[in-house]
T-cell receptor, first 112, second 111 residues
Framework: DAGVIQSPRHEVTEMGQEVTLRCKPI?????LFWYRQTMMRGLELLIY????????DSGMPEDRFSAKMPNASFSTLKIQPSEPRDSAVYFC??????????FGPGTRLTVT | EDQVTQSPEALRLQEGESSSLNCSYT??????LFWYRQDPGKGPEFLFT???AGEEKEKERLKATLTKKESFLHITAPKPEDSATYLC????????????FGKGTSLLVTP
């Protein structure tokens, strides 16, 4: 299995622009999580899905952030408009039946 | 107040010098406690899950243990390739399967 796939690996954008991050979970996993990692706050949960349905989005910082999972093999995290404080590494993780979350390589976002 | 606290923040060991990393938690219930390893520029890599006090799991030079309030990751005779950040996370019964992470311990093992 290829593991969790994320794209792009790096994104540099200007303040105010829309950013879309993409994730392909491990095949057969029914949970998908989006996390954000910064030096100050560590790794924080943003939102997670079960069978493509959002379960808990309480970690989404504000309305500028939105996430979708149109099918079992694809999810997006969108930031519109982006701000410099959104600069971080964004990780996607998926979980199967063994209660083990497997993380993707992350997307490093820089907003200037 | 952080619910998951890891100590020390950073640790430097000589190759072969055994030590332990600590993860203390203050959540009201525990569904599971997880250990991950993270190398620079990469995503966290799953190591262990512990579910009940007294449980232990081992993998190569690593052994994880769990009590009612903390977990230890013991590193026996570490090698330079064990250098990484080690993350601890808790999973609570009322938070689905989401993980609440500590800030990690950065381990450097020198030859």
């Amino acid at each position: 299995d290829a593991g969790v796939i994320q794209s792009p690996r790096h994104e540099v954008t200007e303040m105010g622009q829309e950013v879309t991050l993409r994730c392909k979970p491990i095949s057969g996993h029914d949970y998908l999580f989006w996390y954000r990692q910064t030096m100050m706050r560590g790794l924080e949960l943003l939102i997670y899905f079960n069978n493509n349905v959002p379960i808990d989005d309480s970690g989404m910082p504000e309305d500028r952030f939105s996430a979708k999972m149109p099918n079992a093999s694809f999810s997006t995290l969108k930031i519109q408009p982006s701000e410099p404080r959104d600069s971080a590494v964004y990780f996607c993780a998926s979980r199967g039946g063994k209660n083990e979350q497997y993380f993707g390589p992350g997307t490093r976002l820089t907003v200037t | 107040e952080d619910q998951v606290t890891q100590s020390p923040e950073a640790l430097r060991l000589q190759e072969g010098e055994s030590s332990s990393l600590n993860c203390s938690y203050t959540v009201s219930g525990l569904r599971g406690l997880f250990w991950y390893r993270q190398d620079p520029g990469k995503g966290p890599e799953f190591l262990f899950t512990l579910y009940s006090a007294g449980e232990e799991k081992e993998k190569e030079r690593l052994k994880a243990t769990l009590t009612k309030k903390e977990s230890f990751l013991h590193i026996t005779a570490p090698k330079p390739e064990d250098s990484a950040t080690y993350l601890c996370a808790v999973q609570e019964p009322n938070s689905g399967y989401a993980l609440n992470f500590g800030k990690g311990t950065s381990l450097l093992v020198t030859p």
